[in-house]
C-alpha cells in the first residue's frame, strides 16, 4: 500500500525490488500532519482506524463486516469501538432511513 521510493536488492533471492516503506516512516508524515493542521490532540495511524471503525458503525455497517475490515481474529475486540457510539439499541439503523432520510422509523414503546 505505502511503496518505498527507491529500488533494493532482497538480500535472500538478489532480486532489485520496491520494498514498503518502514512503517515509522508513515507515522512520522502522520504526526507531521497534525501538527501542521493545528491539532493539539495525540494522533496517529492507530487513531485513523480507530475513527473508521467508529464511523462505518454510526453509518450502519454491519459489526461482522467491520470486523474482517479490520482483521480480528475475535469479535469482541471489534466490539470495543461500539462503545464510542453511546447509542444503545438505536445504534441499529433500518435500510429505509437510507432511502427516506430524515423520516422517523423508529418504533414507540
Do not use: C, W
Not at 22 to 32: E, Y
Not at 92 to 107: H, M, T, Y
Amino acid at each position: 500500500m505505502f511503496p518505498s521510493e527507491k529500488l533494493s536488492v532482497d538480500p535472500r533471492s538478489e532480486m532489485k525490488a520496491r520494498h514498503h516503506l518502514n512503517p515509522s516512516t508513515l507515522q512520522k508524515a502522520i504526526k507531521r500532519a497534525v501538527k501542521s493542521a493545528g491539532i493539539d490532540k495525540p494522533a496517529s495511524a492507530h487513531t485513523l482506524r480507530h475513527s473508521f471503525a467508529t464511523h462505518a458503525l454510526e453509518n450502519g455497517l454491519d459489526i461482522r463486516t467491520v470486523q474482517q475490515q479490520l482483521r480480528h481474529a475475535s469479535l469482541e475486540t471489534t466490539e470495543i469501538y461500539t462503545h464510542a457510539l453511546k447509542r444503545g439499541g438505536l445504534a441499529v439503523r433500518s435500510p429505509l432511513e437510507d432511502i427516506f432520510p430524515g423520516a422517523n422509523f423508529k418504533i414507540d414503546s
